[in-house]
């Protein structure tokens, strides 16, 4: 299984992103898809992700509302269109994948992880 992120740069508040995560020898239906990020000298956190079925979106509180998952099957590939930029979204952001729903929000039971995109949002 091999993930690729792309997408990252640099924004200004209030500004847009969206980061691409195409996986390879990987079938979505069999694995729970996540976003997570993280912050220099803070811990990797949980941003967003999908249920093996994909019929179920979860979000960190901290980008509801502003941020969206998507995900194209055919493709292989996921989204996160990023909204309503803050500076405290600065992160390198990852995209991961593991089998089976539970403890989907905690990055420690994820199996396979992208090499992450780097964000930098600017006051």
């Known amino acids: 299984v091999q993930l690729q992120a792309s997408g990252g740069g640099l924004a200004q508040a209030g500004g847009s992103l969206t980061l691409s995560c195409t996986a390879s020898?990987?079938?979505?239906?069999?694995?729970?898809m996540g976003w997570f990020r993280q912050a220099s000298g803070k811990e990797r956190e949980f941003v967003a992700a999908?249920?093996?079925?994909?019929?179920?979106?979860y979000y960190a509180d901290s980008v509801k509302g502003r941020f969206t998952a998507s995900r194209d099957s055919a493709k292989n590939t996921m989204y996160l269109q990023m909204n309503s930029l803050k500076p405290e979204d600065t992160a390198v952001y990852y995209c991961?994948?593991?089998?089976?729903?539970?403890?989907?929000?905690?990055?420690?039971?994820?199996?396979?992880w992208g090499q992450g995109t780097e964000v930098t949002v600017s006051s």
């Open positions: 991961a994948a593991k089998l089976g729903n539970d403890g989907l929000k905690s990055s420690w039971m994820y199996h396979y």
């Open positions: 020898r990987l079938t979505f239906s069999s694995y729970v």
């Open positions: 999908f249920s093996t079925s994909g019929r179920s979106t």
